[in-house]
């Protein structure tokens, strides 16, 4: 055991440590295992440190082969994955699986109103300068109503766990959120590398999302269509999240078209294929909102389709996620959520908030303004850790110029307190060492149930004392195992059909090289600029700025 954690939650000298220490998901404070990852702990007793990087550079070699891969500095590496998987009770998960869905019923219930009668502004649970003042408050959205009311098909809810273990929400995701492909392919490769970890735990699968994904796409479906035809769209292979969009087409068995696959007739939207026009009924959508239309939104965008919108309007298609729910991503929005969530369900927010200042409320800007140094500042529409500013990690000029961004706009950013997030065991350089982490669980809502991934993405921050967890800023991830209480009792023979079972979801699907590009004729140089914009936008694997 000592080869495999020895100097484990040492803290490196030339890092301060912080006054509250964070969580640590697999130690209590006197260095014992916690129940749920006594398995896990004991199973990695039994490994050396060579074994174990072994069998990770197993996995980041499997990644690579399947073209699962991020860009860092300009350079295409593999996702890394660590080998040792997050773990959550059942019993805790409950909670978890409580909270979201209550949050994803809260947030439906607000989109539905703002583009609507607007009741939450008439009675002051939400300011309508809020509305009018938001980025992503889309007034060419009012009146678009899919067929059985959802706007949020699949949603991305980040949370971490504070000092006290406490989980906390930090940020919500309804536009076009991203990751499941990781979840999905990390737990292939993790049955099928780390087997023996199976056999104790009642690890619940993830194969199911692609099913219940489909099903509440197809529920979305214009009225009087009973057999739907549904596509995934995508801005094409420069997108850094082309491999999900790829992955979940061929999982759905549906299939995966760009904006120019697309043209609009008589009020609806055609596919073209090799037998003809074929209607499209539901449009599972990768594209952000201003690319999606040229007629309504940007009018050099290539990445849509001329006329979504109005066949959208017409109710002949429905757009998934809808267009315009970026206005509930909004940081500002997300402060008014527990507040929003009694307002619509006469109920109290099971996942508190982290706490916030509003800074376009005078008070809460001068305290910011006196605190800089020790809060985190973020933009209310930023995305993948862009613009966001740890206080205590900022230099003098950095704060000076920050304060004067805050004077001239308050109202584009609130301020958190630095929360340490929870740590897990994570393989690194000088051996296994605590690494912050955040989660983000998946919820799909088909207007009967909203259904939640068990487990989700875990990302995981790799630096030491970093506490933003983006790929894109040196961040891996990790599997999220749901386990129950009971220790399973099987054979040799069963272990192989519970590897089976966790790995059979993605094990039909061919190599996928990220960085293939077909070939390209003069005139697609437009859309390849704008798919290469669309890199960095929102919906990105390496997205969100869960770190503080």
Known sequence: MADLFEGYGLTAQKRRAPAVPAWDEMFDASG????????IHASL?????????????????SYLAQGVTFDFAGEERPFPLDAVPRVIDQA??????????????????????????????RDGVIPARLLSSSTHYLREAAGVRPANGVRIQVSGIDLIRDEAGEWRVLEDNVRVPSGVSYVI????????????????????????????????????????????????LTPGVYNSAYYEHTLLARLMGVELVEGRDLFCSGGRVWMRTTAGPTRVDVIYRRVDDEFLDPLTFRADSMLGSPGLMLAARLGNVTIANAVGNGVAD???????????????????????????WRLEEPESLAEVLDRLDELVVKPVDGSGGKGLVVGPAAS?????????????????WIAQPVVQLSTIPTLVDDGMRPRHAD????????????????????????????????????????????????PLRVSEQSVQEIVFDQATPTSSIPIITASHSPDHSPQDAPQQDQQQQQQQSAEAPRGGDAGC
Do not use: C
């Open 439 to 486: 989660l983000r669980p998946f919820a799909v809502n088909d207007g009967k149930d909203v259904w939640v991934l068990p487990g989700g993405l875990t990302r995981v921050a790799l630096p030491e004392g970093q506490l933003v967890v983006n790929s894109s800023q040196g961040g891996g991830s990790k599997d999220t195992w749901v386990v129950g209480t009971e």
């Open 45 to 61: 007793g039994r490994m050396t440190q060579a074994e174990l990087r072994g069998r990770t550079a197993a996995l980041a070699d």
């Open 330 to 356: 909004d940081k500002l929005v997300y402060t008014y959520l527990p507040d929003l969530i009694r307002y619509y369900l006469g109920e109290d927010a099971i996942l508190p908030n982290v706490r916030t």
């Open 185 to 232: 392919s990390n737990r292939r490769v993790m049955a099928q590398t780390l087997p023996e970890l199976f056999v104790s735990m009642r690890v619940r699968p993830v194969g199911d999302y692609p099913h219940q994904l489909l099903r509440a796409l197809r529920a979305a479906a214009p009225e009087g269509v009973d057999d739907p035809t549904v596509v995934v």
């Open 396 to 412: 003098a000029s950095e704060l000076d110029q920050l304060r004067k961004r805050l004077q001239r706009d308050p109202r584009g």
């Open 32 to 39: 014992v295992a916690r129940d749920s990852y006594r398995d």
């Open 92 to 121: 805790e998960w409950v909670r978890v699986e409580s909270g979201i869905k209550q949050r994803v019923k809260a947030l439906e219930a607000f989109l539905d109103d703002v583009y609507g009668p607007q009741l939450a502004v």
